[in-house]
């Protein structure tokens, strides 16, 4: 493990332009109280108070202040919440409450308010929790003038990324949690091969930027990922508090256009390049021009060439084909096979020595 950690270090110096895989800096323990805390923003555009805000016109709207209609307990029953005053109230004891309906890369809006007047310290004030599809959190909590640990600040991914500041208003103020949700992917043997992405808004200031769950949020635990469906309820955590929340809806995304792209340096490039067996009796040949590789794939003619976009240092993306190719490397680093995933079918090839 440790040399592989090494082999990646020494690929990321060596020329990945771009984001680090999911990892977190591995400095800080869980809720680590000697972690820095994110520093205090006062957050802008204070005008929207006395009235709640207007869904897009393509939102799926979740509570307009009127009715829980669209939200159920955790076992499927009516939702023990309140609606008071165009705000729906968490009711201590009445449990999580969750969507009707299911969602999976979205776009997500709400409105809080922290209970007045604030009671309890650190994560015992005004804590409630927006879980995307049930598991991946993003706190919920009052810390105007009442610190905690880093990575249970009001939008961080629990326990995981801390929030880049603090931008929360006083208890009893309305307050906006904006969050873009990119769902974790998994192949065909459960493992996952994009984790969730989440960029996350408080009050308009950007307190998480595409960061990656390292998988299921909890307290003191950081769990792996298990594959599930496509799209998952979203979730409301009953944390004993008499959280408010009101204007809560939702877009649905279409899957994004992958991560950027990146050029990597020939030698990265040339770990990949060779030729892998398929089941099937063809091959894949991986070749490499200056800093392009290209694929040919040979069922088809020896004149179909794929050109490979690069999407890491073992994740490459057909330019012209939906296709994708996911190298694997043995426990000293080398590449050993492929997963190659074409029109969503999935196929292994071991490489020839
Ligand atoms: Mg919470």
New binding site residues.
């Given amino acids: 493990m440790l040399i592989r950690s090494l082999y990646l270090a020494a690929l990321l110096i060596g020329g990945l332009a771009g984001s680090a895989p999911a990892q977190l800096d591995p400095q800080w323990k869980i809720h680590d109280q000697s972690r820095p805390k994110p520093p205090t923003v006062t957050p802008g555009h204070p005008g929207f108070q006395e009235r709640a805000g207007q869904a897009p016109s393509d939102a799926t709207v979740l509570f307009d202040g009127r009715d829980l209609s669209q939200w159920v307990n955790l076992e499927g029953e009516p939702a023990g919440w309140v609606v008071k005053a165009g705000a729906m109230e968490c009711v201590k004891g009445a449990g999580y409450i969750r969507t009707e309906r299911s969602f999976g890369d979205c776009q997500m809006h709400l409105e809080w308010a922290a209970p007045t007047p604030a009671r309890g310290d650190g994560?015992a004030r005004g804590?409630?929790?927006l879980f995307l599809m049930g598991q991946y959190?993003v706190?919920?909590?009052d810390t105007f003038q009442n610190p905690t640990y880093a990575d249970?600040y009001p939008g961080s991914v629990?326990a995981q990324h801390p929030p880049l500041a603090n931008a929360v208003r006083p208890p009893g103020e309305w307050q906006n949690l904006d969050v873009i949700f990119r769902r974790p992917r998994f192949n065909a043997a459960g493992e996952v091969v994009e984790p969730a992405r989440l960029t996350v808004m408080v009050n308009g200031v950007l307190v998480q930027d595409g960061v990656r769950a390292v998988g299921p949020t909890g307290w003191l635990r950081r769990s792996s990922y298990l594959p599930h469906a496509d799209k998952l309820p979203l979730a409301l955590?009953d944390?004993g508090n008499p959280v408010r929340f009101r204007n809560i809806w939702v877009r649905e995304l279409a899957p994004d256009q992958g991560p950027a792209e990146y050029s990597l340096a020939p030698r990265i490039l040339e770990r990949c390049v060779g030729t892998y067996q398929l089941e099937e009796n063809w091959n894949i040949q991986v070749t490499r021009t200056n800093s392009q590789l290209f694929a040919r794939l040979g069922a088809l003619s020896r004149d179909d060439v794929f050109p490979l976009a690069t999407a890491g240092p073992l994740e490459y993306r057909m330019r012209t084909v939906d296709g994708r190719f996911l190298f694997q490397t043995n426990r000293s680093g080398q590449v050993e096979g492929v997963i190659f995933n074409i029109a969503g079918e999935e196929k292994k090839a071991r490489r020839q020595p």
């Fill in positions: 994560q804590n409630s929790g959190e706190q919920i909590l249970g629990y955590q944390h």
